[in-house]
């Protein structure tokens, strides 16, 4: 008997059978790809931040300080808004009015959901950051925002709580004419300090670390979040 024809057929029939499983296996191991990528996109879309994530934080508590108006503050001021708390001083070159005026862009990104953001500015300079002239200062800004300055124990042991550095820099006294720059005047000097904000949430609870330089619209994304829990 001639078997040729079975011979053929059954090897076809073999090789289609294996190109059939290795295109279920691909098509198997494509869909559990996309759909591992699909449950991490919407883990990430519903509980990632762009801050630094610093939730259950025990530092950031227990403080007081007045603020510009005379009036002690506690953390009982951080709970209702979502606030932003920074420490920083008046004559600041720099990082303060860049926070600042990224602070109030964040307010307008935020549209009618920015009188629940709320900006605490504490002073690391409370010899020449005398309370009118921090309140001035703000609102050059944001006229909502929050000042607070004590006394140098007061900042001391605030900068402690949220473990904040801060150190007075001497500076040269520039040249007058006729006369040589002098070193290292107690009265002119400028303030090393960290950088970054300390955001909380509406229950007064720290959830988040904004470092210098973070971007206005994370940051609005990130207090919009805050915003709906």
């Known amino acids: 008997m001639d ?11 073999a090789m289609l059978w294996q190109r059939w499983m290795r295109c279920t296996a691909l098509l198997c ?9 699909g449950c991490r996109e919407q883990a990430a879309a519903g509980s990632s931040f762009y801050s630094h994530n610093v939730t259950g934080a025990s530092y950031g508590r227990d403080w007081r300080m007045p603020d510009t108006a005379g009036v002690m503050r ?11 708390v920074f420490f920083g001083f008046t004559q600041c070159p720099e990082v303060c009015p860049t926070t600042m005026l ?7 990104l935020l549209g009618s959901e920015g009188v629940h953001f709320q900006v605490v500015f504490v002073s690391v300079d409370p010899e020449r950051d005398m309370p009118e002239i921090l309140r001035a200062y703000l609102d050059s800004f944001d006229a909502s925002a929050i000042g607070l300055v004590g006394s140098t124990e007061q900042l001391a042991s605030m900068a402690r709580e949220f473990k904040v550095f801060y150190q007075k820099v001497p500076l040269d ?5 006729g006369s040589e720059a002098t070193q290292g005047s107690d009265a002119y000097y400028t303030m090393d300090h960290s950088a970054g904000g300390y955001v909380y949430d509406r229950h007064g609870k720290l959830r988040l670390y904004s470092p210098y330089g973070a971007a ?7 207090v919009r979040q ?4």
Request: cysteine-free.
């Open 74 to 84: 506690d953390h009982s001021l951080l709970q209702g808004p979502v606030s932003y």
């Open 29 to 37: 191991m494509a869909a559990v790809a996309l759909a591992l990528q």
């Open 3 to 13: 078997y040729s024809f079975s011979k053929g057929h059954t090897m076809l029939a």
């Open 102 to 108: 990224e602070l109030a862009q964040v307010k307008e």
């Open 173 to 177: 006294l520039p040249a007058s004419e």
């Open 216 to 222: 206005v619209e994370d940051l609005a994304a990130d």
């Open 226 to 229: 805050l915003l709906s829990e």
